[in-house]
């Protein structure tokens, strides 16, 4: 049955006030005006007063083009409930209102990892920052490094993870971490590498967890703690079918032992829904069976192929429950 648009008093104009769209130098508008109508809920004149509003779009043959963290970002804030966005985040967060024991619990993933290198035309060393739970008391089974090729590489493993409760000891890293969530910063999808210049993204008033975890690793060594930001998966997510970056702070606690601070989804929890506490409280030091940490810093890619391509290294990760 052909989709049914919703256009009934939606405020398109007020909703693009409110977020911040993507700049034209980090912007890749490769959806169609048809998928943003599927995945906003709405219809033509709807993209209209959207665009009208100031939706950057790129006309090509005649249709118009926009960016999909821009088309996210409408949906999220939308309060449509009906979105694509908005129904996909809800879903992906229904356990952050659940009790938290069954985070802390040894959990089992298949974890695979395709590497793209566009433009490749010779057979060169890979390198892939792969998976570092065994210091979390998790482990792998499997996980051989890519050997040297040309093209495309995969990485395959069994990775568990556990949780653990080791919320941060430090008054001052708790004050730290409790002004950044106090500060009204709204989370946005946004580009990696955009993430990556996280003084752009916060002066615009927004947030992510690359962008949060790089801000809030600095303030940590401005107050005198080891702190860096760590990239790594989030697990689960549509039953693998969506790849949201993610990136933590790793932080030595005055007790001596290393607390990651999930800052950015604390802020998301906190988002979608009011009946969170305990697993915000989760995010502040300790860890859980969700997040799958890498050994890549925060603003570093996960692939890099030592070809000489121009392009970086596209990196789709594919994490399912393991039966």
Not at 104 to 119: A, G, H, N, T
Not at 124 to 146: I, K, L, M, S, T
Not at 180 to 195: C, K, S, T
Not at 294 to 300: D, L, Q
Request: glycine share 8%; with cysteine.
């Amino acid at each position: 049955m052909p989709h049914q648009a919703v256009t009934v008093n939606t405020p398109w104009k007020k909703v693009a006030d409110s977020i911040e769209f993507i700049p034209a130098e980090y912007s890749g508008k490769t959806q169609s005006e048809s998928v943003a109508q599927e995945m906003l809920r709405c219809d033509v004149a709807d993209i209209d007063r959207l665009v009208d509003a100031g939706l950057p779009f790129e006309d090509r043959s005649g249709v118009r083009h926009f960016d999909v963290n821009d088309l996210y970002n409408l949906g999220m804030y939308s309060n449509k409930a009906n979105t694509q966005p908005e129904l996909a985040f809800r879903m992906l967060f229904r356990f952050a209102g659940r009790p938290v024991d069954d985070l802390l619990r040894e959990k089992s993933w298949d974890f695979r990892v395709r590497l793209d290198c566009v433009e490749c035309d010779e057979v060169a060393p890979w390198r892939f920052e792969a998976p570092d739970v065994v210091r979390f008391g998790g482990c792998v089974v499997g996980g051989e490094a890519p050997q040297a090729g040309r093209g495309s590489a995969e990485y395959a493993a069994t990775i568990t993870t556990t949780g653990a409760r080791t919320p941060l000891v430090s008054a001052e890293l708790r004050r730290l971490t409790r002004e950044y969530l106090d500060a009204g910063y709204r989370w946005q999808m946004i580009p990696v590498a955009m993430q990556a210049d996280y003084e752009l993204v916060h002066a615009l008033g927004a947030t992510s967890c690359i962008a949060a975890s790089l801000f809030l690793a600095e303030r940590f060594r401005a107050a005198g703690y080891r702190a860096e930001a760590k990239r790594g998966w989030f697990c689960g997510v549509l039953g693998g079918a969506l790849d949201l970056p993610h990136a933590c702070v790793e932080v030595e606690d005055e007790d001596g032992s290393v607390k990651t601070v999930d800052i950015a989804k604390a802020q998301l929890a906190a988002r979608l829904s009011p009946n969170t506490r305990d697993f915000q409280e989760l995010c502040v030091g300790s860890i859980y069976n969700k997040v799958i940490p890498s050994t890549a810093s925060g603003n570093v890619s996960f692939g890099h192929h030592e070809c000489g391509s121009p392009l970086p290294v596209q990196v789709r990760a594919d994490i399912r429950a393991a039966r």
